[in-house]
């Protein structure tokens, strides 16, 4: 009974039976078992705030939280790792190659530093670093550096990767004829995204005095904002530890805990008891502040008790659970950061390897939902949209405006090399995938392949090396094991 009944039953008993009653029936019809209040929901806080209300009060928090977890604690670091060497790897490259000259200008400009406004990392590597920013901040920010002809570039352009810092969180206003401006950014009267309000140097940044910085007008096509969008309406990201940040930092103090009992308890190595409450002569003696007498036993002594005296060595405590505590814990962590346990502490002694592969087959499939729904859309694309249009004023070649882009993510190990490839071979046979797509799975350019095997046979037929690449498959699943160079039209007699 809140504090209005209180007063209303005081005041009115019919009143207040009524409110009861009325109260009690509301309950009564409630159909779902979540949506009923008692003793079990007290205290659940379960506010109806939109997307934006519910993040842009906590993101600040959220952030240096997660930074301190992968910072200091090896199990988020270790899932941050597992995370974006499996969703980037060694880069998601775009194929240009129905434009040769243009193509061979991308690859070239893709492997050098020249693509990063701060000359350490090549486009595979902010890749990278914007995948990592993501996971660990919840978004990424990518500033578009146009630059001019004298500074020598492959093509004038540059990208910076930015931490959300640099967007003002506490931008928020409405604006004339109808716009308004949330978490930092900007929108016009019908919802399009018209410009980021960023900081020039980031807000926690070593000397900086916070209070004199204010945020600048920067037109939303020279920024690329990346986060995992889970909610209507939600324009700023949280972090992927976001779910299990308070678990995480109970575990470190849980583990702290149980290590400093047992040192404590490894301190007390032996207790004499006797009459005599002197020094027994086991081992070297001290005095402590308040005049009691501790002896230390080094390693190998031996001594004789004097008549009456006994020892007793200190027996620690059996820490019952712990293993299985933590181990629950941790699988809580791997849920909550998008990985497998498994990949989060190496540990496969609870797998076999029908359940192992199941696992990482379920992470592969959210891995490549991120990589095609998410991170391709929202970075790889329009990153090489600013190649091909600072190629074009560079005067490297005119495309057509829906030129279409073709990705490749990086390639993922076979658990069982040879039982995935007959499967995979299998399945080109039938018909149910083509060769294409099987490179492309591999990680590998399917016309940068054919263009590479054609050059190898002719080399190898040119100087008679003969090979036996088995690499046609029946639909019995058995090799075809003569070679493709050496095979002649036969007929049967």
């Known amino acids: 009974?809140?504090?209005?009944?209180?007063?209303?039953?005081?005041?009115?008993?019919?009143?207040?039976?009524?409110?009861?009653?009325?109260?009690?029936?509301?309950?009564?019809?409630?159909?779902?078992?979540?949506?009923?209040?008692?003793?079990?929901?007290?205290?659940?806080?379960?506010?109806?705030?939109?997307?934006?209300?519910?993040?842009?009060?906590?993101?600040?928090?959220?952030?240096?939280?997660?930074?301190?977890?992968?910072?200091?604690?090896?199990?988020?670091?270790?899932?941050?790792?597992?995370?974006?060497?499996?969703?980037?790897?060694?880069?998601?490259?775009?194929?240009?190659?129905?434009?040769?000259?243009?193509?061979?200008?991308?690859?070239?400009?893709?492997?050098?530093?020249?693509?990063?406004?701060?000359?350490?990392?090549?486009?595979?590597?902010?890749?990278?670093?914007?995948?990592?920013?993501?996971?660990?901040?919840?978004?990424?920010?990518?500033?578009?550096?146009?630059?001019?002809?004298?500074?020598?570039?492959?093509?004038?352009?540059?990208?910076?990767?930015?931490?959300?810092?640099?967007?003002?969180?506490?931008?928020?206003?409405?604006?004339?004829?109808?716009?308004?401006?949330?978490?930092?950014?900007?929108?016009?009267?019908?919802?399009?995204?018209?410009?980021?309000?960023?900081?020039?140097?980031?807000?926690?940044?070593?000397?900086?005095?916070?209070?004199?910085?204010?945020?600048r007008r920067i037109p939303a096509d020279q920024v690329i904002h990346l986060f995992r969008k889970t909610r209507p309406g939600q324009v700023r990201g949280v972090p992927e530890l976001a779910p299990v940040i308070m678990r995480a930092r109970d575990l470190d103090d849980y583990e702290d805990a149980e290590l400093t009992r047992k040192k404590v308890e490894a301190c007390f190595t032996a207790f004499i008891s006797g009459a005599d409450t002197g020094a027994s002569g086991v081992g070297a003696v001290s005095k402590e502040q308040d005049g009691r007498t501790v002896e230390k036993v080094a390693p190998g002594i031996i001594k004789r008790l004097a008549a009456g005296e006994s020892i007793t060595f200190g027996q620690p405590t059996p820490s019952g659970g712990y293993p299985d505590y933590t181990r629950d814990q941790r699988r809580a962590l791997a849920a909550g950061s998008g990985v497998t346990y498994e990949m989060l502490t190496g540990d496969y002694s609870q797998v076999n390897y029908s359940s192992s592969r199941a696992g990482l087959l379920e992470f592969r499939r959210n891995a490549e939902g991120f990589q095609w729904l998410t991170f391709i859309p929202g970075l790889c694309e329009p990153m090489v949209r600013y190649f091909l249009q600072a190629a074009e004023l560079a005067g490297l070649g005119e495309l057509e405006e829906d030129f279409d882009l073709d990705f490749t993510t990086p390639r993922w190990d076979w658990v069982d090399p040879v039982k995935d490839m007959i499967g995979e071979l299998l399945e080109v046979a039938s018909g149910a995938k083509s060769l294409s797509e099987l490179a492309r799975r591999r990680g590998m350019d399917p016309q940068q392949m054919w263009a590479e095997l054609a050059a190898d046979y002719k080399r190898l037929e040119e100087l008679g090396i003969p090979i036996n690449l088995n690499n046609l498959v029946t639909l019995a699943g058995r090799f075809d094991t003569e070679p493709p160079i050496n095979r002649k039209d036969k007929t049967e007699p």
């Open 1 to 215: 009974m809140n504090l209005l009944d209180t007063v209303i039953g005081a005041i009115s008993p019919l009143w207040g039976v009524r409110r009861w009653q009325a109260r009690q029936a509301m309950e009564h019809i409630r159909a779902f078992e979540g949506a009923k209040r008692g003793r079990r929901t007290a205290g659940w806080n379960t506010p109806g705030t939109s997307a934006n209300s519910e993040a842009l009060m906590s993101l600040a928090v959220l952030r240096n939280r997660s930074r301190a977890l992968v910072r200091d604690n090896p199990w988020c670091k270790k899932a941050l790792e597992s995370w974006v060497g499996n969703v980037v790897g060694q880069g998601i490259t775009c194929n240009l190659t129905s434009h040769k000259r243009l193509g061979k200008k991308f690859k070239r400009w893709a492997n050098s530093r020249q693509c990063d406004a701060d000359g350490d990392l090549n486009l595979y590597g902010l890749q990278a670093l914007a995948a990592r920013t993501l996971w660990e901040s919840g978004e990424v920010l990518v500033r578009v550096r146009w630059r001019r002809k004298e500074d020598r570039l492959i093509v004038p352009v540059q990208f910076q990767v930015l931490e959300p810092d640099f967007l003002d969180s506490e931008k928020t206003q409405d604006l004339k004829g109808g716009g308004y401006i949330i978490g930092g950014k900007e929108y016009n009267a019908i919802g399009q995204l018209e410009a980021f309000w960023l900081f020039d140097r980031h807000p926690g940044e070593l000397g900086r005095l916070s209070s004199s910085a204010a945020s």
